[in-house]
């Protein structure tokens, strides 16, 4: 294992033209944000999405948010959620030119309609063909949802990944980790006891979330096997949980190996370089 520090998008090993789909808990949203903006500053034309639910607050960093009109595929009609109008035919020109709020990362998020406050994903099956007919360098999906929850127990259905993303990064935040199994720290923890066969309160160890990422009915077994699958341990400023955060990402690598090549451990908040640790295959 080798180790390095990188930007997030390097750490975790993301190309150009990428479609990205993250999933788990931990700092989703801020991930897509560190993300779109990590690429919107090499100059890449980026698309921010979800198949899940979003607070309309959490995408305030966005230039533009538009609500999708499946029956036109070119964005003629599609709306704006930030000037309540219809777009205009050069909508996608706009937003490139930076003729709309230069404050906000130049990054469109595109829904599919707003309930109350959360704006509602696009149909993960109908992503890729409309994708096909849009033009962006970079698209960032969210395809899970945790509640703001560190760890995540996944049921049946969960989570919906787009089958057009090329990479999938599995999110997770280190202070659930050696955490007890409750409902502050984890999303789902009854399927965390039904998958791990621990008991309500009990300490959520490091080698116990390895073997979440690594159980038959896990998360990484819900991927599709050609997606290329990276992990972020999140919330792991210098300090406190980060050595935590180190040795998950040694156990993980002894568990899966041959499908997680790659982990970034860090922290959204704190911002910078992650460190990224990378197998000896992946480096031959």
Not at 16 to 42: D, F, M, N, P, Y
Not at 79 to 99: H, Y
Request: proline fraction near 4%; charge should be negative.
């Amino acid at each position: 294992m080798t180790r390095d520090y990188l930007s997030l998008t390097e750490a975790l090993g993301i190309q150009a033209g990428s479609v990205i789909a993250l999933v788990g808990g931990g700092g989703k949203t801020s991930t897509l944000v560190r993300l779109c903006r990590e690429a919107a500053g090499q100059g890449r034309r980026v698309l921010a999405t979800t198949t899940a639910r979003m607070k309309m607050e959490e995408l305030n960093d966005m230039r533009e948010v538009l609500l999708w009109d499946e029956m036109d595929a070119t964005g003629q009609t599609w709306k704006s959620c930030r000037s309540a109008r219809t777009v205009a035919t050069s909508w996608v020109d706009d937003v490139l030119s930076g003729t709309v709020d230069e404050t906000r990362i130049p990054v469109t998020f595109l829904g599919r309609s707003v309930m109350r406050d959360k704006l509602i994903g696009l149909p993960s099956d109908y992503l890729g063909d409309l994708l096909a007919r849009l033009n962006w360098d970079t698209v960032v999906v969210e395809a899970d949802g945790s509640r703001g929850r560190s760890i995540k127990g996944h049921r049946l259905g969960e989570p919906v990944v787009p089958l057009c993303a090329r990479h999938c990064v599995i999110v997770l935040g280190a202070d659930g980790i050696e955490s007890p199994v409750t409902d502050e720290h984890c999303h789902r923890p009854e399927v965390l006891q039904d998958l791990l066969g621990v008991s309500w309160g009990e300490r959520l160890t490091i080698g116990l979330v390895a073997d979440l990422v690594a159980h038959p009915r896990g998360i990484l077994a819900k991927i599709p096997g050609d997606m290329n699958v990276s992990l972020y341990v999140n919330k792991a400023p210098l300090g406190g949980p980060h050595e935590i955060a180190l040795e998950l990402a040694q156990r993980v690598f002894e568990r899966c190996g041959a499908r997680i090549s790659r982990v970034a451990v860090g922290d959204n908040r704190q911002g910078g370089l992650v460190e990224a640790f990378v197998t000896e295959s992946e480096n031959s």
